[in-house]
């Protein structure tokens, strides 16, 4: 018994000094690091817990070995594209170069050229638009959503797309498991497959995959692909505004979406079939024909790249583009994000830009469907009004958009949302335009926004309660695990 007695803290200590050993030799951002010790000491049992199935992004030692394989193919496939010249560009403005530079080295591919985009600011008319290009389809129609929640115009869309696939249209469906539980357990998953649509449900979520895999990792990508040469990206899933978590009390969710026709599919088309082959084996990818006659708009004046996170994607990514991207603006820079916990990096590099001179306005929720993240929202606010920075709190509903506009010419449109999640974990996709006719859309849309909003007082702000300012701090501690 005393052999015993002896070996269960020795066991234990040893446990989390493993766990210990194991947070400080992974690179992380300090921050980061000391919060996950501070709850493994403060809370062990909880804390390793914890850290095991959340702390590292984890994608399974199977999925992360084919992730790296997938990776290195599609670096060779991209170069088979590099005697197509005429669809990229080698010419770039002043502050969208530095950009553009760093995803053409990170990924091997320049931006491109001869596309047609259009920016779609109401669910609505997106949704009426998408399922008009869904009936049109002649060749293939692929998807990928975080969210599918039936009901409204999302069932519309459901429609239409099995029409398309028993007109003999290839539709390929791959939905994240844990935000589209409610799709999965409708009727509407068996009706696809039945229909011959190949229904793919990412990252399944189950009790035995938590020490298989970090469970929280998500497929936040939302991206439609038909027909190699029509590409949807942007904020908005599959759901209908009017029937989305309407019991959460936050009011509808706003979004945007962009449209394209034209050689950036090619892009797209890419990552979507890396995400494919990652989740199911099954290779998708290939040099296809119908590439040599993507339709190209010899008079367009932007250029379009395309960056996609995950594990198996470049790493860190996400993160260096939004910080170049920061560090570029001269003279004005517009955020909407619905949930603002930026890295260390990232404050800095929005405060600084305010400090410099640059107008820096960030526009979120005033009410966030995620309490914590909320909160924790709240703690970087004192910091950046300091700064100079112009506090948005979006009145009118869910403010969904995901969207970065540097000097009305450096447009940033995706799924990326400004927490660690989507810096540094799930799949994502940003749009990267440089275009100042696109940049002059996106910030009619912004001051839109902005015209919904109330502006933050730095004088009332510093006056709040003084339980509010606990509540931050306590949720800030978290803010390097949101």
Not at 12 to 23: F, G, K, M, P, Q
Not at 48 to 73: F, P, Q, T, V
């Amino acid at each position: 018994m005393k052999f015993i007695n002896l070996l269960f803290p020795f066991g234990y200590w040893l446990l989390i000094s493993a766990v210990t050993l194991r947070i400080l030799i992974k690179r992380r951002t300090v921050t980061s690091a000391m919060s996950w010790l501070l709850i493994i000491y403060i809370l062990p049992i909880i804390g390793m817990i914890a850290y095991l199935s959340l702390g590292e992004s984890n994608l399974g030692k199977h999925r992360a070995e084919s992730a790296r394989n997938i990776w290195l193919n599609t670096v060779k496939l991209l170069n088979n594209f590099q005697h197509m010249r005429h669809i990229f560009s080698t010419k770039n403005s002043d502050v969208a170069r530095p950009l553009f530079d760093l995803c053409r080295y990170r990924q091997g591919i320049a931006g491109m050229k001869g596309n047609e985009i259009q920016l779609l600011t109401n669910t609505d008319n997106a949704m009426h638009t998408l399922i008009q290009d869904i009936q049109q389809a002649r060749h293939s129609i692929e998807m990928v959503f975080y969210i599918w929640q039936p009901g409204g115009l999302a069932d519309e869309v459901a429609k239409s797309f099995i029409a398309a696939a028993l007109s003999g249209v290839s539709c390929r469906l791959m939905l994240d498991s844990a935000g589209s539980v409610a799709f999965f357990r409708s009727p509407w998953a068996n009706m696809m497959r039945n229909a011959g649509i190949d229904v793919v449900e990412a990252l399944q979520v189950s009790i035995l995959r938590v020490f298989l895999r970090r469970i929280d990792l998500r497929q936040h990508r939302k991206l439609v692909l038909i027909d190699n040469y029509l590409a949807y990206t942007g904020s908005m899933n599959l759901a209908d505004p009017r029937f989305f978590k309407q019991n959460v009390g936050v009011g509808q969710w706003i979004d945007l979406m962009v449209r394209m026709k034209g050689p950036i599919a090619i892009t797209m088309d890419i990552v979507y079939a890396c995400d494919w082959e990652t989740e199911t084996g099954k290779r998708i990818l290939s040099l296809n024909p119908l590439y040599e006659n993507i339709p190209f708009k010899e008079d367009s004046n932007h250029t379009i790249q395309i960056i996609a996170s995950g594990p198996g994607f470049p790493e860190d990514i996400i993160h260096q583009a939004l910080l170049t991207a920061v560090y570029s603006a001269r003279e004005q820079l517009i955020m909407t994000t619905p949930y603002f916990v930026p890295s260390d990096d990232l404050l800095h590099a929005i405060c600084t830009a305010a400090q410099r001179g640059v107008e820096v306005s960030i526009v979120v929720p005033l009410h966030n469907d995620s309490l914590l993240v909320g909160w924790a929202s709240r703690a970087f606010f004192t910091e950046m009004l300091e700064a100079g920075v112009k506090i948005y709190q979006f009145k009118d509903g869910l403010l969904h958009s995901k969207s970065v506009l540097v000097d009305k010419q450096l447009s940033l449109v995706g799924t990326v949302n400004l927490d660690m999640r989507s810096l540094w974990l799930n799949f994502e996709i940003i749009l990267v335009i440089d275009d100042s006719d696109f940049g002059q859309n996106l910030a009619d849309v912004q001051n839109n926004y902005i015209s919904c909003s109330r502006l933050l007082n730095n004088t009332l702000w510093s006056k709040r309660a003084w339980w509010k300012r606990i509540i931050e701090q306590l949720c800030y501690f978290f803010s390097p695990l949101l």
